[in-house]
């Protein structure tokens, strides 16, 4: 009766909740589909997916097999068909536990560590659980927009602070403590970078550590590309830091050992000197994962035997793969013109390309480039704009050569194509002048904005 009270009355039967339309907006996938339903289906190459980083497709890529033996071996156990415990089995904390261990000047315990399903529901848990009106939260920009888009569902405000494109990407610290308050609820460092491939060194990651301790802030350390290191600077984890200021470490199996698909994460609480214990953030962290999901059992049951046997030579392999694939984005980028690297990854997956609209005769920003280049090459890149980086490029160069070489082949003749040509003398100077390490963005765009008037 009262239902239909109320239909009489005007109201709809169903709301959509608009906070969850804002989330998806600012999604990778969400513009990856915008960009994919231009593609030409007459088009017969092959489309390159340069547009998120899931190299797993590709055989070079493939998975070591000690993977694959330990999931063949907990299914054929048959012992793991049942639910698991909230937070995971006990013998893959253990060894989640162990392996961060090495890396760090203390020893984790299994009730450090929480499964999940991949990094992206441990980023879900800790901005849920942190999460109180009127919170808001440091996200570096530009970062990966599910920060944003799980702060937005969970209506933490937003606060973004700048990585400096002319300084390596490092984080603007100046910002950091500006934008902080008494309601911010922690700072969010991606190391090694997405989008951007720069890692810290141990003494920028000790500076986020004292400026966080100094705000009375915990860090959240997202490592889901830890260890994917292929420049100068080695991977360290900001855990190494948990006795200046405590540190939730979210990982996960996905990259590192090239199965996204497994679904296999982890949020980790790097805490020595125990002030997360102190706020009861263990079980808060539990009461929200009894809500949630748990990873697949017998994934579970295959992480021991996968952290602990998996040889270094699998390793070396990925990121001998991944340092050539950099190797030929780069030098292919420098031919060019409207697009510049002005930072060569050390780590991680991707590069980011400042893009010059300048330099092209009908292509008005990022979103355009990409779904033009879509729509007439079949190869698929990511604006700049879903990170926070209006008029850039993310390139995922995690794919087998052949096909990189090819889809840079593309890119290269859509450039031409497009090129605006009262401006080809330009491109010809910036073409000798590849990337440019140490350059400010902004003069470059005000001498460019001169060259033309
Ligand atoms: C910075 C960052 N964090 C988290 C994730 C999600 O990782 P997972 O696939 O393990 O959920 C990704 C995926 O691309 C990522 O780039």
Redesign the pocket.
Known sequence: MGSLNNAAAGKKFARRNERLKASTDISISGALDIIRSNLNVKDERPTIPLG??DPSPFACFRTTHVADDALNNAVISAKFNSYAPVGGILPARRSVAEYLSRDLPYTLSAEDVFLTS????A?EVIISVLSYPGANILIPKPG?P?YDACASAKNIEIRHFDLLPDKGWEIDFEAVEALSDENTVAIVV?NPG?PCGNVYTYEQLKKVAETAKRLGIPVIA?E??GHLTFGGNPFVPMGVFGSIVPVFT?G?I??RWLV?GW?L?WLVMTDPKGFLKEAEIPSSIKQFLNMSNNPASIIQAAVPHILENTKEDFFENTISLLRQALDICAEEIKEIACITLLYKPQGSMFVMVKLNTLLLDDITDDLDFCIKLAKEESVIILPGIVLGLKNWLRITFSIDLPSLEDALGRIKSFCNRHAEPQNLKLDKRRTNEGYLPGINLQSLELHEAIEFE
Not at 118 to 121: A, I, K, L
């Open positions: 998120h980083g991949g990094c992206r529901q980023i990966y599910h991606i997405n997202d889901v590309y979210l996960s996905s990259k996204p679904r994460g």
